[in-house]
């Protein structure tokens, strides 16, 4: 199983950055897809999730800024974080669970700065 995140870099408060996630090795669209993040010192928290029939789950701090979606035609997961805040700087890691199983990216790290 791969999961291999792109798109990650540094951006200005208030700017957008889109993150990809391209799996492999897996059946796609059986699993709950999400997005974790881990900022410099702190836990590896939620940001978003979407399960296989579309329903998505954001973390209160990303709420109405960041927008979790899939193509299951791509085996692909992407994160549109809009109105970026300093406090989002960390590193992104794409995620993919179902039942007892849960698989990992080695992340890409979003840099919100002036």
């Known amino acids: 199983v791969q999961l291999v995140e792109s798109g990650g870099g540094l951006v200005q408060p208030g700017g957008s950055l889109t993150l990809s996630c391209a799996a492999s090795?897996?059946?796609?669209?059986?699993?709950?897809m999400g997005w974790y993040r881990q900022a410099p010192g702190k836990q590896r928290e939620l940001v978003a999730t979407?399960?296989?029939?579309?329903?998505?789950n954001y973390a209160d701090s990303v709420k109405g800024r960041f927008t979790i979606s899939r193509d299951n035609a791509k085996n692909t997961v992407y994160l549109q974080m809009n109105s970026l805040k300093s406090e989002d700087t960390a590193v992104y890691y794409c995620?993919?669970?179902?039942?007892?199983?849960?698989?990992w990216g080695k992340g890409t790290l979003v840099t919100v700065s002036s």
């Open positions: 995620n993919s669970a179902r039942g007892g199983m849960n698989f």
């Open positions: 090795g897996i059946i796609f669209n059986i699993y709950t």
């Open positions: 979407v399960t296989t029939g579309g329903t998505r």
